[in-house]
């Protein structure tokens, strides 16, 4: 199975889904946790006979699920397939399904030498070493807590070692530009846009706002 691009995946017209961080995501509001839980059964119904299982998180009002191919380390039509059908259980169960104020977290350590201390956070966070779309990374195995990735940089001082890299809707992208500037903060570069967007907060603390445009 191919892994598709950000432009094939946005050409496929998902309704209520993001394409976050070679994964597709979406919110259902179930209203009740007995409702979200039998959401979560036919979906769970639906993943076995696709030979495809998603990543369902049950709250008390909402379910949220995110799908990627993890053979791929992306989406590929596997995800697309069972997008749609998840849509559709969601119809069928007279939920509604969105994909607004979704993100994806991760940081990025800058390092000069990044093979020194990805071993220190390896261990201490109990993440598993690997090779991402970055040159190197540290993972939670279960995916519950945000990736660590490391970037290549000098060693002047001072300098800003960590940034949160946050992945976000292309179409939330503006109006959230806004608010942070709003709120006192300043938009450093947006030279890598529409791939991301340097922000920083009234100290001068950096963040990326991320998305999948321009990527492969």
Known sequence: MTKLTGQQVAAEGLTGWTHLYNGLQTRVGSGGFAAGLALV?????AAEEMDHHP????RYTHVDVRLTSHDTGGVTARD???ARTISALVADAGLTHSSTGLTWLEFGLDS???AVVAPFWEAI???ERRTGDYDEEVADPSGALPTIWFQQSGSAEPRQRWHPD???DPSEVQPRIDAAVAAGG????DSEAPSFWVLADPQGNRVCLC???DRK
Do not use: C, H, K, Y
């Not at 990543?55 to 049950?58: I, P, R, Y």
């Not at 300043?186 to 570069?189: A, D, Y």
């Open 41 to 45: 059964n036919a979906i769970g119904a």
């Open 55 to 58: 990543d369902l998180d049950l």
């Open 80 to 82: 697309v397939r069972l």
């Open 112 to 114: 000069p030498d990044f």
């Open 125 to 127: 966070l109990g993440f």
């Open 166 to 168: 946050l992945w976000i």
């Open 186 to 189: 300043t938009l450093e570069s």
């Open 211 to 213: 998305t999948w445009q």
